[in-house]
């Protein structure tokens, strides 16, 4: 079983507002990821970290940012919400060795009104 | 960029029937295959995955899936589905250890 947590898992918020979608991992593993998936699609990369203090912007532009201080943590910040926020957002980790498998925490569904 | 096909959108099937979805890659490279599973409010899981050798990779719960090179291909099978397989399949392709690249997913419906 994997060890990856997001919170909240649901959000209702208003436009404008500031938010911040936490992800956390305890398996020690240097690359995380965001996705963004919206219902009946795919999977599109926004953010990726290699390790602390790396971030990169993934293929699917967003107006998220997101920040790596510490190894098991990688939350990403929206500083003005907007309904075309609205989505689900996966938040992964990958072994740095082996056979690289990614593993997913459950999501946080995102509602901006 | 690397790009995923699924070629189904919504399959629906009778228990016990047999199951393949379809899935094709661009690259022409070396590349890691994956299937995950996403069951009704669950988080993705890891059904199987391919990186090199026997291109007939068994996973979890029955569930296999060949790599095709020729064809670009790693569809997944399993001989005979269950109620409790409905779910949403995604395949996804990397390379290297590079971030996964997604289909769009295949939605399974199996009904009594």
């Known amino acids: 079983e994997a060890d990856i947590y997001q919170t909240p898992r649901y959000l209702v918020i208003g436009t404008g507002k500031k938010i911040t979608l936490e992800c956390s991992q305890t398996?020690?593993?240097?690359?995380m990821y965001w996705y963004q998936q919206d219902p009946g699609m795919e999977l599109h990369l926004i953010h990726y970290?290699?390790?602390?203090?790396?971030?990169e912007k993934g293929d699917l532009s967003s107006e998220s940012t997101v920040s790596r201080i510490r190894t098991e943590h990688f939350p990403l910040t929206l500083e003005s919400a907007r309904p075309s926020h609205t989505s689900q957002y996966l938040c992964?980790?990958?072994?740095?060795?082996?056979?690289?498998?990614?593993?997913f925490g459950q999501g946080t569904r995102l509602t901006v009104v | 960029a690397q790009s995923v096909s699924q070629h189904n959108h919504h399959v629906i099937l009778s228990e016990a029937a047999s199951l393949e979805l379809g899935c094709n890659y661009s690259?022409?490279?070396?590349?890691?295959l994956f299937w995950y599973v996403q069951y009704p409010g669950q988080h993705l899981q890891l059904l199987l995955k391919?990186?090199?050798?026997?291109?007939l990779v068994k996973g979890i719960k029955g569930f296999e899936a060949e790599f095709i090179k020729s064809k670009f291909s790693f569809n997944l099978r399993k001989p005979s589905v269950q109620w409790s397989d409905t779910a949403e399949y995604f395949c996804?392709?990397?390379?290297?250890?590079?971030?996964?690249?997604f289909g769009k997913g295949t939605r399974l419906s199996v009904i009594a």
């Open positions: 992964a980790s990958s072994e740095t060795q082996g056979l690289f498998t990614s593993f």
């Open positions: 391919y990186f090199s050798g026997d291109p």
């Open positions: 690259y022409g490279g070396t590349v890691n």
């Open positions: 970290s290699y390790g602390v203090n790396s971030t």
């Open positions: 398996m020690g593993h240097d690359k």
């Open positions: 996804a392709v990397n390379e290297g250890n590079t971030p996964l690249v």
